[in-house]
């Protein structure tokens, strides 16, 4: 077990047979799982319990995983594996962009799931201690969001002051996930609360963060990304 502590893993999956291997091997390595078998159960527990991995199966009963992937993506930063029977290309490029951690194919390895599981947690432990002090660093960005204080390129140019409350939280939603493209509709539904704004609007505020950075030197970012959206790109 991960530095000794018995960390928490919410499993998502209706299918019975399956939910028993995984926990079996689950509670083999020393994990405490918690099972839903809906994604409407799915969502209650992880807003109560807090988990540290989570195990995400897409076919499931009242909200299917896309529809509990987004809404957990909106609300915490843990992470998050699909396990699923589908298996194309499109559904595992939509999983990793909407936020998912990993994607692990039915039937599957039991051995290859929970050495997947070990290897996201120790990875996530390198943020740890940054995540308790809500600090977030890249190349060339760094955030307290205690503070509020954003700090740019080598310099370290604190660009704080100039920041509105938007654009601060679209850099904070992006910067978590920075290699994640995020769709306009996704950053308006995280960092807005405008009423009935467009795409356009987002398009406007991420242009102005934009050229705030740019002139403290640091060129590109947030990043677009043509048909999709925008990344942090740093």
């Known amino acids: 077990m991960l530095d000794g502590e018995k960390k928490i893993v919410l499993l998502a999956e209706d299918e019975t047979d399956i939910a028993k291997v995984v926990i079996a091997y689950l509670e083999r390595d020393g994990f405490e799982v918690l099972h839903a078998i809906d994604g409407e159960i799915a969502l209650r527990i992880a807003e109560q319990n807090n988990p540290d991995f989570i195990i995400l199966d897409i076919k499931m009963p009242k909200k299917d995983g896309w529809q509990v992937l987004r809404e957990l993506r909106n ?57 308790i002090l809500k600090i977030y660093k890249t190349k060339n960005l760094e955030i307290n969001k205690t503070t509020h204080e954003v700090f740019v390129g080598p310099a370290r140019i604190n660009l704080s002051e100039e920041l509105t409350s938007t654009e601060f939280k679209i850099l904070m939603h992006l910067i978590r996930y920075p290699k994640r493209v995020f769709t306009r509709e996704e950053i308006m539904d995280a960092c807005t609360h405008e009423g009935n704004i467009s795409e356009r609007t987002i398009d406007s505020h991420i242009s102005k963060l934009r050229k705030k950075i740019q002139q403290a030197g640091v060129f590109y970012v947030p990043e677009s990304v043509r048909g999709f959206g925008y990344r942090l790109g740093d």
């Open 75 to 131: 609300a915490t930063d843990t992470p998050i594996m699909m396990l699923t029977a589908l298996d194309t290309d499109i559904d595992k490029v939509f999983a990793l962009k909407t936020g998912a951690d990993d994607y692990l194919v039915k039937p599957f390895n039991p051995a290859e799931l929970m050495a997947r599981v070990h290897v996201i947690l120790k990875r996530s432990q390198y943020h740890q201690k940054d995540e």
